[in-house]
């Protein structure tokens, strides 16, 4: 059973990693994922009749490449990032299910996600997420995020994390 | 005087100097999309994705949204998405598969062949005065299928797309972008789009053979994480740039002539990469290395009659807007990308991935995880291009600042310095040429008298 206790304890899990994306602490972040964690933002498309699914997503990655993200802005030479960009993660409409496994929970959860780039470039990111939150220990890791843009053409390209 | 009545004076791609004033000027614009966009071939698919009939996707040709279908005598038709009686948009979706399609409007109903069906309450309202044969979907004039490439143009009078292509832009197309010889591409279904600042030509020009911006600044931070995490034996998907000086690296350059030029950039000479790729199949196992070795051995029978033997390429762009990645290896899908003009100030990126038919899945699964890793809306090397276009858009929009031409000036004079048993031209890489080589075309096409392309 999802007690108010475990919701709270999930929602200030996701407000805490929302507030390290915007620190720009990436490594940090990047420690709240097993080391076995996917991170998958599929394609959305509109789609008409008896048609295949997509042929691949957005991005599928696991921790090396979410970690070879963070080391390309930390290059230095990453002029997507330079200067960072501000961003300020809003999470909302927090969802919290058990799972078969007693150790997980299945959280969704909303977002709004606005980036600021230089003087005036900005965009806005929306879309909803699944998780996979494993207990380690004391505290929550990621083992799966699924991140549904609701856009189909992409405002710019990507080099931030929701 | 407009910038239109100067093109002649100000696009002087002879010396490499180009005004930026032909991305910002509305007139310009507004003068490509007949000139350029209305008389050009323009890529709008492939036949593998449209593989049954009623199977369609949809696309644009310049600003035109259509729809790229196969219709029930599988035949390949692209209708322009807009109602007949009131221009209406009449498909709403990215692909799929039907019958017909239903205007929203007035409820006007269209076939696979462009034809109208039906109207609503059409005896007691139109009283049968409605000659519904004259009515249907308009039908884009001139299509055309080059080995699986889907080409469409607006001009009725159109030369055959061979003659467009022409005869060296046509090998290099058939032989290493559409891999005919090694069993032909199939197709990922899904667009993957994105929003990009600055006017089409700005990417395009990127495409066909700027090769300078990707060690020299740009795309430097993706090359320094692939060395360090290789350093440390951590192998990435994304690891397949040449980099070193040692390796043979040409620029490749064709066509031009009746119809658009094609470039491509990186063409590697020698068989490192083939021996690379052989090295990477190894761990993928036997069936992997028997694909690599017999895709090589089709190759070399193309080139039996050649001196140098090129393996692959890494980018490329056939005019105006139809940009290729190949990324020198077997073991990396194609990606094609379609810059779809949207004004002087922005433009959007339409691509697709493809792997070769006849792989093993092992070689495709990582073919296509490489695509959208690198050259992609959220790959590590798309999104400094983007950023690139952003920062040229806001210091060079000001009509105050468009007296001093861009520099096109790279291995000006030295363009033919390379081996010369391929079509088309072998040239020193990196260079700006093919940059060069656009915008002649380009004018060209913008000077042309208003008499459609292929008439006399």
């Not at chain 1, 921790?63 to 960072?84: C, F, N, W, Y």
């Not at chain 2, 699964?365 to 959208?372: H, K, P």
């Amino acid at each position: 059973m999802v007690t108010f206790e475990l919701r709270a304890d999930v929602e200030d899990f996701l407000n805490r990693e929302a507030r390290l994306l915007d620190e720009h602490r990436f490594e940090d972040w990047l420690n709240l994922f097993t080391d076995d964690a996917e991170y998958i933002v599929p394609l959305r498309e509109h789609v008409q009749g008896d048609v295949g699914p997509a042929g691949h997503p957005i991005i599928r990655d696991n921790k090396m490449m979410l970690l070879a993200r963070i080391k390309k802005d930390q290059t230095g030479l990453s002029h997507v990032e330079i200067p960072s960009s501000m961003t300020c993660h809003l999470i909302s409409n927090v969802i919290v299910d058990e799972t078969q496994s007693s150790n997980e929970v299945q959280v969704s959860s909303s977002f709004i996600v606005r980036q600021a780039r230089k003087l005036r470039d900005e965009a806005w990111w929306v879309g909803r997420r699944q998780d996979i939150l494993r207990r380690v220990g004391d505290s929550w890791m990621i083992s799966r995020r699924e991140v549904n843009l609701d856009m189909t053409v992409l405002p710019r390209g990507i080099s931030i994390f929701f | 005087m407009t910038v239109l009545s100067e093109l002649g004076t100000i696009v002087d791609w002879e010396k490499g100097l180009v005004s930026p004033a032909i991305h910002f000027d509305d007139e310009v614009y507004r003068e490509e999309q007949k000139l350029v966009f209305g008389r050009s071939w323009l890529v709008v698919g492939h036949e593998d994705m449209i593989r049954k009939p009623g199977d369609y996707v949809s696309n644009y040709m310049g600003e035109v949204p259509v729809v790229v279908l196969r219709d029930n005598k599988n035949q390949i038709r692209v209708l322009i998405n807009k109602c007949s009686h009131r221009g209406n948009q009449v498909c709403l979706f990215d692909r799929g598969n039907t019958q017909s399609f239903t205007c929203s409007y007035h409820g006007w109903t269209f076939g696979l062949e462009g034809e109208l069906l039906g109207v609503p309450m059409e005896q007691p309202f139109y009283r049968g005065e409605l000659n519904k044969e004259n009515w249907g979907l308009a039908e884009l004039p001139s299509v055309a299928n080059f080995n699986g490439l889907i080409f469409a143009s607006f001009d009725p009078d159109a030369p055959a797309i061979e003659k467009w292509l022409g005869e060296d832009v046509s090998w290099w197309l058939e032989n290493f972008v559409l891999a005919s010889p090694t069993g032909g591409l199939e197709a990922l279904p899904g667009w993957h789009r994105y929003r990009s600042p600055g006017n089409w030509k700005l990417v395009s020009e990127n495409f066909i053979g700027d090769d300078y911006h990707v060690f020299a600044a740009t795309h430097v931070s993706w090359l320094h994480v692939i060395r360090e995490f290789l350093d440390q034996g951590i192998l990435i998907p994304i690891v397949t740039y040449p980099g070193s000086p040692t390796r043979q690296v040409f620029e490749g350059s064709a066509g031009g002539g009746e119809g658009g030029p094609l470039g491509l950039g990186m063409i590697v000479l020698d068989d490192s990469i083939y021996q690379r790729d052989l090295e990477e199949a190894e761990q993928l196992g036997p069936e992997s290395v028997e694909w690599i070795k017999e895709r090589h051995d089709r190759l070399q029978k193309v080139l039996t009659e050649r001196d140098s033997k090129p393996y692959s390429f890494m980018n490329g762009l056939l005019f105006p807007n139809f940009g290729l990645m190949g990324f020198f290896s077997a073991m990396l899908g194609r990606h094609f990308l379609q810059f779809h003009p949207r004004g002087t100030m922005e433009h959007e990126v339409w691509q697709w991935t493809m792997v070769e038919r006849e792989a093993p899945q092992a070689i495709k699964e990582l073919a296509v995880q490489r695509v959208y890793q690198g050259q992609h809306m959220a790959g590590l090397i798309a999104p400094d291009d983007v950023e690139n276009f952003e920062r040229m858009v806001e210091s060079t929009r000001s009509s105050q600042v468009w007296d001093r031409p861009f520099h096109y000036g790279l291995q000006l004079g030295h363009e033919h310095e390379g081996p010369n048993s391929l079509p088309g031209n072998i040239g020193p890489n990196p260079s700006e040429f093919n940059q060069r080589q656009f915008y002649k075309f380009w004018l060209k096409q913008m000077q042309a008298s208003r008499t459609p392309a292929g008439k006399e």
